[in-house]
């Protein structure tokens, strides 16, 4: 059974950085674009990074381009996401999700077309 389990989120101030890490089990992640998505309160999970299952191509909410900056370490089953500059709309729960086997960096925009989801990780931006 796939699990995905995030950590590293927590307080910062805006304009301070975090780094968030999954590290998945149970499965083989290296042929599947691994991605991260996000949900504040009232708000529906929104779709934030993804990266292809070669690692050449990512994919990035237009709100975070240039300040977050997703990668993969496939010996490790892990997933990052680098966020600098961050500002209190970061403020979220952040879930590190696996796509299909195969498919492209940007099929995962769509919540849907996940196919295992983390238990997500809170990021609090406090202005």
């Known amino acids: 059974q796939v699990q995905l389990v995030e950590s590293g989120g927590g307080l910062v101030q805006a304009g301070g950085s975090l780094r968030l890490s999954c590290a998945g089990s149970?499965?083989?992640?290296?042929?599947?674009?691994m991605g991260w998505f996000r949900q504040a309160p009232g708000k529906e999970r929104e779709f934030v990074a993804s990266?292809?299952?070669?690692?050449?191509?990512?994919r990035y909410l237009d709100s975070v381009k240039g300040r977050f900056t997703i990668s993969r370490e496939d010996a490790k089953n892990m997933v990052y996401l680098q966020m600098n500059s961050l500002t209190p709309e970061d403020t979220a729960v952040y879930f590190c999700?696996?796509?299909?086997?195969?498919?492209?960096?940007?099929?995962?925009?769509?919540?849907?077309?996940?196919?295992?989801w983390g238990q997500g990780t809170q990021v609090t931006v406090s202005s």
């Open positions: 990266i292809g299952w070669r690692g050449g191509n990512t």
């Open positions: 149970g499965g083989t992640f290296r042929n599947a674009p």
């Open positions: 999700a696996a796509g299909a086997c195969f498919a492209l960096a940007q099929d995962m925009a769509v919540p849907s077309t996940v196919k295992a």
